[in-house]
């Protein structure tokens, strides 16, 4: 069975400030596929990266980085110098090669709270 | 190109009606999946269709049902409500081409409250 861990349930930082988000997952396959989407207070997730199991390089795309280690089983989501806008819920998922992503195995989510 | 479409935004139903949830997905899509969304529960996966046949199911009771049409549109149904299915119900469509690295795109949801 998979599991994605959460454990920040809410967040709250003064913009500008740095701020990662914990991502622990359990899985028994050697290949999988990790994702982050966040949800605006409108409602819909949107996508932000997906990592497949065999590429632990980090990621950076403008404020937002990635850090994959297999060892520790962790995908860490971080913003740098958030803004307001960066508030919202994000989420962790998991997706093993045995299946198809719409079945993806969610964490419960972190809420960000970004103030001016 | 537009997004997934979810109606009705909002619904508000007593324990024991049912209900419909309407999803239709980005065009060229042929994967639907559906998932609730609780406060404390988090998000749990419903179903995924495909090809108007269900691919995948989560541990939902029997009362949780699903279609897919041939135009990749979806519904879902909840039988006889009861006050925990009060949620957010998401719906994600992507290529399904059964691939486990496919980007899901959410539509807003439907929030459904039972009294």
């Known amino acids: 069975a998979q599991k994605v861990t959460q454990a920040q349930t809410e967040i709250s930082v003064v913009e500008k400030e740095d701020v990662t988000l914990d991502c622990v997952y359990e899985t028994r396959d050697t290949t999988y596929y990790l994702f982050w989407y966040k949800q605006p207070p409108s409602g819909e997730l949107v996508f932000l990266i997906r990592r497949n199991s065999f590429d632990e390089q980090n990621e950076i795309s403008g404020r937002y980085s990635w850090n994959f280690q297999k060892s520790t089983s962790s995908f860490n989501f971080t913003i740098t110098a958030s803004q307001v806008v960066d508030s919202a819920v994000y989420f962790c998922?998991?997706?093993?090669?045995?299946?198809?992503?719409?079945?993806?195995?969610f964490g419960d989510g972190t809420t960000l709270t970004v103030k001016p | 190109k537009a997004g997934v479409t979810q109606t009705p935004r909002y619904l508000i139903k007593t324990r024991g009606q049912q209900v419909t949830l309407s999803c239709s997905p980005i065009?060229?899509?042929?994967?639907v999946s559906w998932y609730q969304q609780t406060p404390g529960q988090g998000l749990q996966f419903l179903f995924e269709?495909?090809?108007?046949?269900?691919?995948n199911k989560g541990n939902f009771p029997g009362r949780f049902s699903g279609r897919q049409f041939s135009n990749s549109r979806s519904e879902m149904n909840v039988s006889t409500l009861e006050l925990g299915d009060s949620a957010l119900y998401l719906c994600?469509?992507?290529f399904g081409q059964g691939r486990p690295n496919e980007k899901l795109f959410f539509g807003s949801g439907t929030q459904l409250s039972v009294l």
């Open positions: 065009s060229g899509h042929r994967s």
């Open positions: 994600a469509s992507s």
């Open positions: 998922a998991l997706s093993p090669h045995n299946t198809n992503a719409g079945k993806s195995t």
């Open positions: 269709y495909f090809s108007e046949t269900q691919r």
